[in-house]
Structures are given as structure tokens and as C-alpha cells.
């Protein structure tokens, strides 16, 4: 076969036919709380057959031809999302998931010391706190009023409601009866 870089002599009309891959764009995926805007990690990102996840930066990149494709992003604790998007070169999207869910994390004290082994009721479902005198609840749906009382034995118990919109911690001080 001859060398091409040297060039081709045409004597005649002649049809020349190259084939070329198509180029590969880089595309990055931000990915973000739609309130609070912190970078979110682990979202997995599905394109085709093709599944990756965020990192710690919210960062999900690939490289894709152009074309258009449906992307879905899922992720623990918020509502997952399907998009359709047209790639024409390297492109950065940002993706705003909405959490549904939430926790409710309780720091009991007396005075300026962590209570042991307290009693935590919320909704029903009971925790004991733990040696710094804290307990979460964790995967609890956004948007509802969720009451909570405090118990130990020698102390007053402590009675309450909290709305959850966000991630919430709640300190807690338990007296000595």
C-alpha cells in the first residue's frame, strides 16, 4: 500500500471516502442542593448504559460524542431527576436536586455535661443517646411536624414538636429531678 503522507496522484474523476471517528466531548455534571447549593457527592449519574457518581465536589464528567441523551441522577434523601440533553462540545451542566428527606439529630445535656443513655421518642420510635449524649433519625420525610419527648431516669422529661425542612440538630438540657 502506498504511503499517504506523500500523497495520492488522481488521474481521473475519483470518489474519496475517509472515515473519521467523531469527537469526544467532555462533559461534567455539577450537581448541587437546590437550597442549600452544597456540592453533593455520590449522586449517580446514568447515561445509556453508562453509570458513574458524583465526588466530593458534586463533580460527574465523561465523555460523550454529540448527540442527545437522557441523563438520570438518583441519590439517597432526594428526588431523582431525568433530563434530556443535546452535547455539541465539551459542556459543564448544573444539576439542582431537591433532599425529601432529612435528619433529626439530638444533643442532650446537663448543664455543660453530655447525658448518657437518654431516652429519645420521636414519633414512636425510640433511640438511647450515646456517650456524648447524641442520637440521630435519620431518613425522616421532609415537610411534616414530627414531636419528640426525652427521658432518664432521676431527671425531667423534656416534650416537644419540631417541622423538619432541613437537616436539623436540637439541643436538649435535662435537670435532675
Known amino acids: 500500500?502506498?504511503?499517504?503522507?506523500?500523497?495520492?496522484?488522481?488521474?481521473?474523476?475519483?470518489?474519496?471516502?475517509?472515515?473519521?471517528?467523531?469527537?469526544?466531548?467532555?462533559?461534567?455534571?455539577?450537581?448541587?442542593?437546590l437550597k442549600g447549593g452544597i456540592h453533593l457527592s455520590t449522586v449517580e449519574v446514568v447515561i445509556d448504559t453508562l453509570v458513574f457518581n458524583s465526588d466530593l465536589a458534586g463533580h460527574a464528567t465523561c465523555s460523550l460524542r454529540a448527540g442527545t441523551y437522557y441523563v438520570s441522577f438518583t441519590k439517597p434523601g432526594y428526588k431523582s431527576l431525568q433530563l434530556e440533553s443535546q452535547i455539541?462540545?465539551?459542556?459543564?451542566?448544573?444539576?439542582?436536586?431537591?433532599?425529601?428527606?432529612?435528619?433529626?439529630?439530638?444533643?442532650?445535656?446537663?448543664d455543660q455535661v453530655p447525658v448518657?443513655?437518654?431516652?429519645?421518642?420521636?414519633?414512636?420510635?425510640?433511640?438511647?443517646t450515646n456517650?456524648?449524649?447524641?442520637?440521630?433519625?435519620?431518613?425522616?420525610?421532609?415537610?411534616?411536624?414530627?414531636?419528640?419527648?426525652?427521658?432518664?431516669?432521676?431527671y425531667f422529661p423534656v416534650i416537644g414538636e419540631v417541622m423538619l425542612e432541613k437537616d436539623t440538630t436540637i439541643d436538649l438540657q435535662?435537670?435532675?429531678s
Not at 7 to 25: E, Q, V
Open 1 to 33: 500500500m502506498e504511503d499517504l503522507r506523500k500523497g495520492i496522484s488522481i488521474y481521473k474523476d475519483t470518489l474519496i471516502t475517509l472515515w473519521m471517528d467523531p469527537a469526544l466531548y467532555d462533559v461534567t455534571f455539577h450537581t448541587t442542593d
Open 88 to 110: 455539541l462540545s465539551d459542556t459543564t451542566l448544573k444539576i439542582q436536586m431537591e433532599k425529601t428527606h432529612g435528619t433529626v439529630k439530638f444533643r442532650v445535656k446537663n
Open 116 to 128: 448518657n443513655d437518654a431516652w429519645l421518642v420521636l414519633q414512636g420510635d425510640p433511640l438511647l
Open 131 to 154: 456517650g456524648l449524649g447524641i442520637c440521630s433519625f435519620e431518613s425522616l420525610p421532609l415537610n411534616q411536624i414530627y414531636a419528640y419527648s426525652a427521658t432518664k431516669a432521676h
Open 174 to 176: 435535662l435537670s435532675r
